[in-house]
């Protein structure tokens, strides 16, 4: 098992590489390389998830080089479980691309650069989860956001490359603080090795170990979105290709929140920021879903959530308990799934009438019941209606704060109820007007132009939802158009399905996410992996 290791790293690299050396020639070799890919990454990652739950860490050592001096990919129930999930979401992702781009008939878009860089984020994702080296950690996170930046102003619109250019200064101002942290760290102990890290920081000066965690913690925090770092995201997500903004909500936040589930559980367990972390996940709750109820535009409601329910997740971790980190972990694989699916709905609405603006959408449910029920579905899930995973989530982490009593955990309870509420919310008035409202007057001169219903009397351009394609809308018309492509609606609702599986796999993901807690916070097993007899 331990030679299936370096599998979701490597394998994406020489994809993105064989894919570049392609070129524009043979698309339908471009695609084939792509889905085929991904599928492996997700079969070696059903395949590593039992065998580390089963026998512990397994460890990887690159080039064959041991720790600490060798770079280590250590595979545990945690980083295993997000790789799994993530794989899936990234496979269901690039089938709803490619179907996407086949029906709009996308010729001239640069598929040649557009798969590259979906790949090497893929690797850069997968290097991020597995990574036992905080230098190589850095490296996941510079090949996921090198991707990411291609990603999100592919087509070249205006708003993409303004939102590109935001993202990209916040993304490369993180990464040098991330290289001061590192350069620091190594500086005080010698090592960039985590499992040395952990028993190294326990023996350092108070000031310097502190100074090391909060500059991380500071990284992290910026690159998950966590309040106050938070407001590039809404800006930024919104403008991307469809595809493109659900693989981010999805998966690049929750990479962040794997960090520091990391940082807290294995280099600084008991650290003194755990009350800075509860604040911090109370307002990201609370400010996040306030931003989400005023939003009048769907793809903004749904980044201001993604906010919001980036606090769940840090409650868990602050609580710094088994049952507070198991439900943080079993979150984020919710969370993952669910935030997917909701994007790539309203990429699918996006693409049919020209606009997510509420004030010009109304009567889908009639018009398209099947985007009406993929939307309904994992909605319902993200306000936390029971009996979805998206309450078992909260309802784990909600126990989990009322019995560690303390006051500010029980305020995070509360704080936590009054987000669900206010989600539900915000996503049954995104429903009632979007799907059950009348729908708006229809512009006097509309065309349909490759299967993407657009526009032609004004001068406001918007996304239609392909990878590089846009539309034109004017005077709050709304645009009929041709049914989906079946597999767009398929790899949506593959998502949708899998995130109704967490419900009926509940006891034993549950179990699952304890385990990887335990193990977490008992740090022997990990670094025992790791270093074997150089310790």
């Not at 994007?343 to 959408?361: A, D, K, Q, Y």
């Not at 009054?418 to 008035?429: G, N, Q, R």
Request: aromatic fraction near 8%; glycine fraction near 10%.
């Amino acid at each position: 098992m331990e030679a299936l290791i370096p599998v979701p790293v490597v394998l994406p690299l020489l994809a993105a590489g064989l894919k570049l050396a392609i070129g524009r020639r043979l698309v339908r070799l471009q695609a084939l390389i792509s889905v085929g890919t991904l599928a492996v990454v997700l079969l070696v990652s059903l395949l590593l998830l039992p065998a580390a739950d089963r026998e512990g860490p397994l460890v990887a050592h690159a080039g064959g080089w041991g720790a600490p001096i060798g770079i280590a990919l250590v595979a545990d129930r945690l980083s295993t479980l997000m790789l799994a999930v993530s794989s899936a979401v990234t496979l269901c992702v690039m089938v709803y691309s490619l179907a996407q781009s086949r029906a709009d008939q996308e010729h001239r878009a640069p598929l040649s650069i557009f798969h590259p860089a979906y790949l090497i984020m893929v690797a850069g994702v997968s290097d991020a989860f597995l990574s036992g080296d905080l230098f190589n950690l850095f490296v996941g996170f510079e090949m996921l956001l090198g991707g990411s930046y291609v990603l999100l102003t592919f087509g070249g619109t205006e708003a993409r490359i303004r939102a590109g250019a935001t993202y990209t200064v916040v993304g490369l101002a993180s990464s040098l603080l991330f290289l001061v942290a590192i350069a620091v760290a190594y500086a005080a102990t010698g090592t960039v090795s985590m499992a040395q890290l952990a028993e190294r920081f326990s023996v350092l000066p108070q000031h310097i170990r502190l100074l090391v965690e909060l500059t991380l913690l500071l990284v992290f925090v910026v690159k998950a979105a966590i309040f106050p770092m938070s407001a590039w995201l809404p800006d930024s997500y919104p403008t991307a290709p469809a595809p493109a903004t659900a693989l981010f909500a999805g998966l690049l936040t929750k990479v962040g929140i794997y960090s520091i589930i990391r940082l807290e559980a294995l280099l600084f367990p008991g650290g003194p920021v755990s009350g800075l972390l509860m604040w911090a996940a109370l307002l990201t709750m609370l400010i996040g879903v306030f931003g989400a109820v005023a939003q009048t535009d769907i793809k903004r409601m749904l980044s201001f959530t993604l906010v919001s329910h980036i606090g769940y997740m840090v409650f868990g971790v602050a609580l710094f308990t088994v049952a507070g980190m198991a439900g943080a972990v079993f979150y984020v694989a919710h969370h993952i799934t669910v935030q997917t699916s909701l994007f790539l709905v309203t990429g699918m609405i996006e693409r049919r009438t020209g606009t997510t603006s509420l004030n010009r959408l109304g009567g889908l449910a009639g018009a398209a019941p099947a985007i009406a029920v993929l939307f309904f579905v994992p909605a319902m899930n993200l306000a936390g209606i029971p009996p979805m995973s998206g309450f078992l989530g909260k309802l784990g982490l909600i126990q989990a704060g009322v019995a560690d009593g303390r006051p500010m955990a029980l305020t995070l309870v509360a704080g936590g109820l009054l987000t669900s509420l206010l989600t539900l919310y915000a996503v049954a008035t995104t429903w009632s007007r979007a799907f059950w409202g009348a729908p708006a007057s229809p512009s006097p001169e509309t065309a349909a132009e490759g299967g993407v219903a657009r526009v032609r009397s004004g001068d406001d351009e918007v996304s239609t939802g392909g990878v590089g394609g846009t539309g034109r809308i004017t005077g709050g018309a709304v645009v009929t158009a041709v049914a989906m492509p079946a597999p767009m609606l398929a790899a949506t609702a593959a998502l949708v399905v899998l995130a109704l599986s967490y419900t009926v796999l509940a006891g034993p993901l549950s179990a699952l996410a304890e385990r990887a807690a335990g193990e977490l916070l008992a740090r022997e097993p990990y670094v025992s992996a790791v270093l074997g007899g150089e310790r």
